[in-house]
């Protein structure tokens, strides 16, 4: 597969004031798992915002391969391959969760394809398998309005996957999870990982530990230290302000 | 300039002695033959003395008699007056002789009583008298307007003369006089003064230059005044706009509630007004005072209305803005066919009080109607009142409260009910105070709150939800551009173009002028 | 969203219940013209009035689907939506008044009456190619949805969503009355068009006339019915759904919500279009009122009576909210804009899914 690096270097974000990221400098090669820990309002999710294109940085390069993504809007950056999921779980309550899936289904998106298009049957055998992988084959037909916080989590995990990006931004993605379905997750993009690359924002350090990969801390919207999860956990400083408290 | 004034001084130290001796001359020609009298009346009129005004309006009426010595007499009531002096004589024993005039006489005593109206006591008289001699444009009039001009002391009467004898100059044979003429009548900024400036063209060849340089110095001071004028059509105008978006800017501002009926909380607040008319007309030492009075009460009217509406009706849709949108609509038009079954279809009439009817006039001829300065006036002592109870009042901090952090004020023990239903009371009963200054310049009809609802939602959304900064610049700003544009496009069109033209602004700065900030400008 | 095409077996009795229905209904009201030219006193006979009057709920049933799958489906509230309705009702206007001829009151072989009034030498150039029935009618289609798609992409590419939306379009209405109340717009000022006489040949006081109008209008109604329900039960149908609920996670799936937004709105702007053309010919006369902002909310108010998100609700709105107006104002007229502002509050607070929700019952998600 085609490898795209994404890059950022000396972003920041200003809201008011306020630097919710200050000279942030981020490499994330492709195929590699990363995680990305810090106290919370550490930036963390504003620096997907920033990859993402929901938020423009004050300055800064954010880029993916060549593409620059601070001058492309949220579906050009979504088209370029980068799927995200959301720390607060986003789904479409009014449709059902296999329409979720279709729709995030990697396709051509104008109007004119939406209306021509219609489910092959391998889009429906993707689309079963990746409700096999979440664990919602029972509730296919249900209106994602019914699903409980944990399956909704699941279901915004499947369609990241739909989108088949390849680069994963993923938020919290076991806040509200049992222990076997944290497990589960860490083995899913863990697995993900080396076709794709993947960064993934979490505070439970077990499941850090567990996706066994480079570790990056961020603190105050800077670099505070990266390494191995035991490399950081020895740092002084991500001692000091994050876990130490 | 000092050496001018002096030299006026002067002038006007000797003019007059001058003048009093021709007076006394001429006035015994008034009692000889028909034709000594035309020549005596023709004299005094053009000598500009305001004495010879009351002895030729006795000629004129008949009561100017000739006395046994051949002194004139006039006969004022029961009175006989000195017509040299103006000081009352005693009646002397021989009755004297009424002096009877010809034809020739009259004609000649209207156009001398005419012109001598210029230096009549009566300001209202002498105005018009130097617009008549203005219109004459001859150079005949020249010492009458000279003499006029020493006397003249109000400014208004003095600039109407001026103009008169830059006209006159301009008629008359002498090179340096027309100059003269040209650049009085280049100083002004009237467009009659234009006009004869024009026409003067064609015989002054000579002057051509002049004249060009004297239309175009006009224009420019006339351009000027248009400027000013626009300028406080456009004030008032965005005083209007800002009266009727305030309440706006209070609900949908500051607490995010889209209320359709506003529009209609503003016609009530007229209709209160024309209620409190109604009920003070018969008690003498209130009547006047209706519409002071009618402000608090359209305060509350609309409030307890607003209040009533907020807690039965709208807190059930919080957060869901579209259907408060269609629910407010629903109830604005309940409140319309109400009012309008209650009142009648028809305009209700309202009266202006006294002081604030007439017009203004400010320096260089700009007219200033009176109503509209104190709507001016009443909509920033509104908007002052409106920034001090949210900035400086325990209710506007918990209102503050409440608009942002919701949840938390809650848990500090504000009870957050009361609050919304304070806020919305309060920016309905602002809609209320704003339709007791409409009354004074709009019809008061059940759709007087129609057309203010969009123009109330382009100010607030122009200006910056949330901030009332921006609903004063917002208001005033559409004001202005609305009458700039006006003059080239039409009322109606200029309407639409500011709509068009705001949308577009929209387009640019989807939060306005004055952004709110912070997180909580993203929901 | 209630009841769309689902891979699965979740089509239900209420389904083919719904269908029987229609397609009764369908029946009636083709059944109308014909009944009409009964006997007076037969059982059926069915009065000019009331066929003149449903052949009006027809076009507005069409303008209410419009403005359903623009509000129901994209979740774009407008307020404007009788702007559209008048667009392609002025559009056929123009036809009709070319097509006047020389028989108008001052005779002019060319210009219409109005213009021979206020002194126009020739036709003004955007009054060519009306007489032909074919750009008419592209006209009417293209106009509104021109319109459309210059106020949606200026809107939908700045992300003005909400009541801001709902406000603009509303002032667009506001102004394109003011601006039409203008005698040198060239459209006839305040007393726009009137007088026609004649479409594709047929006089237009004729009884034949007028039912063909009808047919023309039910099938314009069908064939529209039609098409929204194909549209809605494709995936593009679905991503307006997931526009409506959550506009920027929609983005964040690469779909151009402006896109997809200004498609559907057009596509509605030019329905809408197509309902005032049809519309015209029926009553007589259009004039700048038809722009008035309190067309377009009553417009709103049919397809939420009906229930929003459902095609069928939005008809079904459409003709019951008018049939009560037509039966108040001629017994009661002061108290028809109380039962229409009582509509607004009941439909919001009590019935939120409207009519179609009390018939389907709880369960089944409507729209938020
Ligand atoms: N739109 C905004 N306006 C103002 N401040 C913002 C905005 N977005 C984020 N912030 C601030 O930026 C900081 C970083 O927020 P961010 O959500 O990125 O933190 P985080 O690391 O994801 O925290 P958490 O672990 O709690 O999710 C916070 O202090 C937050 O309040
Ligand atoms: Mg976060």
């Known amino acids: 597969m085609k490898g795209r690096r994404l890059y950022l270097d000396g972003v920041s974000v200003v809201f008011d004031g306020f630097r919710a990221l200050n000279n942030l400098a981020l490499i994330v090669e492709p195929g590699e798992l990363r995680a990305v820990i810090g106290p919370n309002g550490a930036g963390k999710t504003t620096m997907m915002d920033v990859i993402t294109g929901k938020t423009r940085p004050t300055e800064g390069v954010v880029s993916f391969g060549d593409a620059d993504l601070t001058r492309l809007d949220e579906a050009a950056i979504a088209n370029l391959g980068i799927g995200r999921k959301f720390q607060k779980p986003t789904v479409f309550d009014a449709l059902t969760v296999f329409e979720n899936l279709e729709l995030a289904l990697k396709a051509p998106r104008g109007p004119l394809p939406c209306l021509r298009w219609a489910l092959t049957g391998e889009a429906k055998s993707r689309i079963g398998a990746t409700l096999r992988e979440i664990g919602l084959e029972e509730r296919a037909q249900d209106p994602a309005a019914i699903l409980s916080h944990g399956q909704r989590q699941w279901l915004e995990i499947g369609m990241l996957l739909m989108q088949d990006p390849d680069l994963l931004l993923v938020d919290?993605?076991?806040?509200?999870?049992?222990?076997?379905?944290?497990?589960?997750?860490?083995?899913?993009?863990?697995?993900?990982?080396?076709?794709?690359?993947?960064?993934?924002?979490?505070h439970d350090l077990d499941f850090v530990r567990a996706l066994n990969c480079r570790v990056t801390v961020l603190a105050e919207g800077s670099l505070l230290s990266e390494g191995s999860i035991d490399h950081v956990q020895k740092d002084e400083r991500v001692i000091e302000v994050y876990l130490g408290r | 300039m000092k050496r001018i004034l002096l030299l006026l001084l002067l002038l006007a130290l000797a003019l007059p002695a001058r003048a009093q001796d021709a007076m006394i001359e001429a006035l015994p020609g008034l009692g000889g033959g028909f034709g000594a009298q035309a020549t005596a009346v023709e004299r005094l009129g053009a000598l500009g003395d305001p004495r010879a005004l009351p002895v030729l309006r006795a000629l004129a009426d008949g009561r100017l008699l000739r006395g046994a010595d051949g002194g004139l007499l006039i006969r004022e009531g029961d009175q006989l007056l000195d017509a040299a002096t103006g000081a009352a004589v005693p009646r002397p024993e021989a009755?004297?002789?009424?002096?009877?005039?010809?034809?020739?006489?009259?004609?000649?005593?209207r156009g001398a009583l005419g012109r001598l109206q210029i230096v009549s006591p009566d300001p209202a008289e002498r105005l018009a008298a130097a617009e008549g001699v203005f219109r004459m444009r001859s150079a005949e009039?020249?010492?009458?307007?000279?003499?006029?001009?020493?006397?003249?002391?109000?400014?208004?009467?003095?600039?109407?003369?001026?103009?008169?004898?830059?006209?006159?100059?301009?008629?008359?044979?002498?090179?340096?006089?027309?100059?003269?003429?040209?650049?009085?009548l280049g100083a002004s900024a009237s467009p009659e003064a234009r006009a004869v400036l024009l026409e003067a063209r064609a015989a002054n060849a000579a002057l051509l230059p002049e004249i060009e340089a004297a239309v175009a110095a006009i224009d420019r001071r006339l351009q000027l005044r248009q400027a000013a004028e626009t300028l406080f059509q456009g004030l008032s105008l965005g005083s209007v706009l800002l009266l009727a978006a305030l309440g706006l800017a209070v609900t949908f501002g500051v607490m995010g509630v889209i209320n359709m009926a506003h529009g209609e909380f503003v016609m009530l607040g007229a209709y209160t007004t024309v209620v409190v008319q109604d009920l003070t007309r018969d008690i003498p030492w209130l009547a006047p005072w209706s519409l002071p009075l009618a402000v608090p009460a359209a305060f509350l009217v609309t409030a307890l209305i607003g209040a009533a509406m907020e807690r039965g009706l709208i807190r059930h849709l919080y957060g869901r803005p579209l259907e408060t949108l269609l629910l407010t609509f629903g109830v604005g038009m309940m409140i319309q066919q109400a009012v309008r079954l209650t009142f009648g279809a028809q305009n209700r009439e309202v009266i202006s009080p006294a002081w604030m009817q007439g017009t203004l006039m400010l320096p260089g001829d700009i007219a200033v109607t009176q109503n509209r300065l104190w709507i001016l006036a009443f909509s920033l002592v509104v908007l002052a009142l409106v920034v001090a109870a949210i900035r400086f009042t325990r209710f506007g901090l918990e209102m503050r409260a409440v608009t942002q952090r919701r949840a938390i004020a809650s848990s500090m023990g504000i009870r957050t009910g009361r609050v919304d239903a304070l806020t919305f009371a309060f920016g309905s009963g602002i809609a209320g105070i704003a339709g007791v200054a409409l009354s004074q310049i709009d019809n008061v009809s059940p759709n007087l709150g129609t057309g203010y609802i969009i123009d109330s939602f382009l100010v607030v959304v122009f200006g910056g939800v949330g901030s009332l900064a921006g609903t004063l610049i917002g208001a005033f700003s559409l004001g202005i551009i609305n009458k700039v544009l006006e003059p080239w496009a039409g009322a109606v069109l200029a309407k639409v173009f500011v709509l068009v033209a705001v949308m577009i602004f929209i387009q640019r700065r989807p939060r306005g002028l004055f952004p709110q900030k912070g997180r909580a400008a993203e929901a | 969203m209630s009841v769309t095409a689902l891979p699965g077996a979740r089509a239900s009795g209420l389904r083919i219940g719904l269908r029987a229905v229609l397609i009764g209904a369908v029946l009636v009201l083709a059944a109308m013209p014909v009944l009409n030219q009964l006997p007076q006193d037969h059982a059926l006979h069915v009065s000019d009035f009331l066929v003149s009057v449903t052949g009006k709920w027809i076009c507005y049933a069409i303008l209410a689907l419009s403005l359903d799958l623009a509000w129901g489906y994209a979740g774009i509230l407008s307020l404007g939506h009788g702007a559209f309705f008048a667009l392609g009702g002025y559009a056929m206007g123009m036809h009709l008044m070319r097509l006047i001829g020389p028989r108008g009151v001052y005779g002019h072989p060319v210009l219409p009456d109005f213009m021979v009034f206020l002194g126009y030498q020739e036709l003004p150039w955007y009054w060519l190619g009306f007489d032909s029935f074919a750009f008419a009618m592209l006209m009417v289609l293209l106009v509104p949805g021109l319109v459309a798609f210059v106020l949606g992409w200026l809107c939908f590419r700045s992300r003005i969503t909400g009541v801001y939306l709902s406000i603009i379009t509303q002032a667009m209405t506001y102004a394109l009355m003011l601006a039409f109340f203008r005698n040198d717009m060239g459209f006839g000022g305040n007393n726009g068009f009137t007088d026609f006489k004649e479409l594709l040949g047929m006089p237009l006081s004729t009884t034949a006339a007028r039912a063909a109008l009808f047919y023309a209008s039910l099938v314009a109604l069908v064939g529209c019915y039609l098409l929204c329900r194909w549209i809605t039960g494709t995936k593009y149908g679905r991503v307006l759904t997931a526009i409506r609920d959550a506009e920027s996670r929609v983005r964040f799936l690469g779909y151009g919500v402006t896109r997809h937004k200004l498609f559907a709105f057009v596509l509605s702007a030019m329905m809408a279009g197509l309902a005032g053309a049809l519309y015209v010919p029926q009553v007589?006369?259009?004039?700048?009122?038809?722009?008035?902002?309190?067309?377009?909310?009553?417009?709103?108010?049919?397809?939420?009576?009906?229930?929003?998100?459902?095609?069928?609700?939005?008809?079904?709105g459409a003709f019951s909210v008018n049939g009560l107006k037509t039966w108040l104002t001629s017994t009661a007229p002061d108290l028809w804009l109380f039962v229409l502002g009582g509509l607004f509050v009941l439909v919001t607070l009590l019935l939120p899914r409207g009519l179609i929700g009390l018939v389907q019952g709880r369960g089944q998600g409507g729209p938020k």
């Open chain 3, 284 to 316: 007589g006369i259009i004039n700048p009122s038809e722009f008035s902002p309190g067309n377009s909310i009553e417009a709103v108010v049919w397809v939420a009576v009906g229930g929003r998100g459902t095609l069928v609700g939005a008809v079904l």
């Open chain 2, 95 to 109: 009755e004297p002789a009424r002096i009877n005039i010809n034809n020739r006489v009259r004609v000649a005593l």
């Open chain 2, 141 to 184: 009039n020249l010492p009458l307007l000279e003499a006029a001009l020493t006397r003249e002391a109000v400014p208004r009467i003095r600039e109407r003369l001026e103009l008169a004898l830059g006209a006159s100059r301009l008629a008359s044979e002498d090179l340096e006089a027309k100059r003269a003429g040209i650049a009085a």
């Open chain 1, 172 to 202: 919290e993605p076991v806040a509200g999870m049992t222990d076997a379905e944290t497990e589960h997750t860490a083995r899913l993009l863990a697995g993900i990982a080396g076709r794709r690359s993947v960064v993934v924002v979490e």
